[in-house]
């Protein structure tokens, strides 16, 4: 199969949201834009004229002042210092009172729609309960624990619209990582689910309600979604639904600084207490506007869709679709149950046009040689979380849809949002991510902050963007966050994740710089093991990570085996050979190890850094953020044996 997967047509480009943007910009700065790269340079190099465009094509409602941007300082970039918005207005403004706004698909609750004039209503009334019987003030923090459901969209709606700040975490987070995330911000109300279903199970999470009701004092408040109609309301709540109904005034709009605090987002928490990174409204509502309606051509006939969790960034990313006045499928559940295509089924009846996923989904699907049903609709697939492999890339043009286009894209929570992507301009090629996206000043650097093509480097931006969180929550000095993106490279945010850019812009990303490997001093991203082991079929999953060997470092992979398979001499030189044949005999493990299972965030990421730090006799930290801790125990057993 050909490496170039996708080519749009010029009918496509003409009809493209991005087309149309770039003859606006074009009819106010005398400029053509002949490609995506011309017009990338430009959004990086007149930061003031692009991003007031943006403000402008994407009908922001509110003032946006006469600057836009006060200096190019990182950290310190001030955004339309002197912008009123609200970000729930701006999300409210645009579907029609009888157009589907939310369609719910739930284990434990089935199916339900909800009309924009519905939404708006049910916002309306929550927003007025949290004001008048909460006493809910701007800065104050709502958070919710609670699955992928109208009532978290509703109360993020309801809160942001106020002025508050919205946090949230799935409920498969048990107690431990609840407190740990929610205890650092204070909440004055706490909206929860009384459990949730997954593969068929019920989970009940009264007792962690309890005792985030009992252990944060701030909490004066919590509104109960009744997901399992079998587990009993808390006491000292209130049902949510008692507060979405009624007729009570609805609280009058008020706009806000654009760097009002909108989100507080979490990091994994992987290597200790989670970060908590507060995201301004102005930023977000800007950037988002950007990504999906310029880059994912998503528009108020589109049925998107994303598989995520509360506790994810693509959370906020799928509500932030009702910008565009398009429907919202939510989804609450397992993907791959009660049968593995389940989502690609629901795909099919609804008609979803943009379908979201992570490239660990896409993977499995491939390696269970899923088929899929016709899929008339679909324009779009998302895939993030991790480097989708190039095979997959194969898989999806090959058994999903020819002449879809799939955008691989790359970010995180630190920005809500991404650096690269896709769009509708640029061709898809194997393997590889489209481009950085418009106003992102993206490159790879060496070590000596030089700029990289087509070498191994990390991945940093050169320009500020206003999706860059206004900070850490109680970092009032910005030392942590300085730390943490500008202290690589002073001046430059350095993201954390090893890539290579080449000639033409397309980026692969290569793994996350804290777990790259180092054997014999050359650098190697921990994708680029990966992506030759997907190739095996006998092996249904692996973990590769550095184990430190005097001055050097040893190359240590565990594999997960498919079912019936064993771990022979043979089947490891089969595995080494593939990896020596497509990389570099530094690539090839040491040592290849079976375990059952691999270590991941609730999020669906591999943790490297765990196994890691147990490989060097260190204990990790923060066990709650992994969705499977035990696993972690057959690593410490290798780790031992080595010790011995």
Avoid at 133 to 151: F, I, K, M, S, W
Wanted: charged fraction near 20%.
């Amino acid at each position: 199969m050909s490496d170039l997967l996708y080519q749009p047509s010029e009918q496509q480009m003409a009809k493209s949201q991005l087309t149309a943007f770039s003859q606006q910009l074009t009819a106010a700065t005398d400029q053509p834009f002949p490609d995506y790269p011309s017009l990338h340079q430009y959004s990086i190099t007149h930061l003031d004229t692009f991003w007031r465009q943006v403000w402008q094509f994407g009908g922001v409602i509110g003032e946006p002042g006469d600057t836009v941007l006060t200096s190019n300082q990182m950290p310190g970039a001030r955004w339309f210092p002197d912008a009123q918005l609200n970000f729930a207005e701006n999300l409210l403004a645009h579907g029609h009172d009888e157009q589907t706004a939310l369609i719910n698909l739930s284990e434990s609750r089935g199916e339900s729609r909800l009309s924009y004039g519905e939404l708006r209503h049910q916002v309306m009334q929550l927003a007025a309960y949290l004001k008048q019987e909460c006493d809910v003030q701007p800065g104050d923090r709502v958070c919710a624990y609670l699955g992928n459901t109208p009532e978290a969209l509703i109360g993020m709606l309801a809160t942001t619209w106020l002025g508050a700040t919205w946090s949230s975490a799935s409920p498969d987070f048990g107690r431990e990582g609840a407190l740990d995330r929610f205890g650092q911000i204070e909440p004055k109300v706490l909206i929860a689910g009384n459990g949730y279903r997954y593969g068929g199970k019920d989970f009940d999470r009264s007792d962690v309600i309890q005792a985030l009701m009992e252990d944060i004092p701030s909490i004066k408040h919590a509104l109960i979604v009744p997901v399992l109609a079998t587990v009993a309301q808390p006491e000292n709540t209130t049902a949510f639904d008692d507060a979405v109904s009624g007729q009570r005034l609805p609280p009058d709009v008020t706009r806000f600084p654009f760097d009002h605090p909108l989100y507080i987002l979490f990091s994994s928490g992987t290597t200790g207490k989670p970060k908590c990174i507060v995201h301004s409204a102005g930023g977000t509502l800007l950037q988002h506007i950007k990504e999906l309606r310029l880059h994912g051509d998503i528009r108020q006939d589109s049925v998107f869709f994303y598989f995520t969790t509360t506790g994810w960034m693509m959370w906020n990313w799928l509500a932030s679709g009702l910008v565009t006045g398009a429907t919202l499928v939510l989804y609450d559940g397992n993907p791959m149950a009660p049968t593995p295509d389940v989502l690609w089924a629901h795909a099919a009846n609804l008609g979803i046009t943009h379908f979201g996923t992570s490239a660990k989904y896409l993977s499995a699907c491939r390696k269970q040689n899923l088929s899929i049903p016709e899929l008339p609709a679909l324009q779009v697939i998302f895939s993030t979380g991790s480097p989708l492999a190039p095979e997959d890339f194969d898989w999806v043009y090959q058994e999903v849809k020819p002449d879809v286009l799939l955008h691989s894209i790359s970010g995180g929570t630190d920005i809500v949002s991404c650096f690269v992507g896709g769009n509708p301009w640029s061709p898809v090629v194997k393997g590889k991510i489209q481009a950085a996206n418009l106003g992102m000043a993206v490159e790879s650097w060496s070590d000596e902050g030089k700029p990289l093509i087509d070498q191994r480097g990390e991945l940093v931006c050169t320009r500020p963007a206003p999706c860059m969180p206004l900070g850490f929550w109680k970092d009032d000095d910005q030392q942590r966050y300085r730390a943490a993106y500008f202290e690589r490279f002073p001046g430059v945010w350095a993201h954390g994740d090893f890539c290579t850019i080449d000639a033409q812009g397309q980026v692969v990303i290569l793994g996350r710089s804290d777990t790259t490997l180092n054997p014999g001093g050359v650098r190697i991203g921990t994708a680029e093991i990966y992506r030759q082991v997907e190739l095996i079929d006998a092996v249904q999953d692996s973990l590769v990570v550095g184990r430190p060997n005097g001055d050097d470092m040893d190359v240590v992979l565990f594999v997960v085996l498919s079912e019936g398979v064993t771990l022979t001499d043979e089947l490891k030189t089969t595995i080494a050979g593939k990896i020596r044949q497509n990389t570099t005999p530094r690539h090839v493990p040491r040592f290849i190890i079976e375990v059952p299972a691999i270590p991941y965030t609730r999020s669906g990421k591999k943790v490297e850094l765990a196994v890691t730090q147990i490989l060097r006799g260190e204990s990790p930290k923060n066990l709650t953020a992994l969705a499977n801790a035990d696993c972690l125990a057959h690593y410490q057993r290798v780790a031992d044996h080595w010790s011995e």
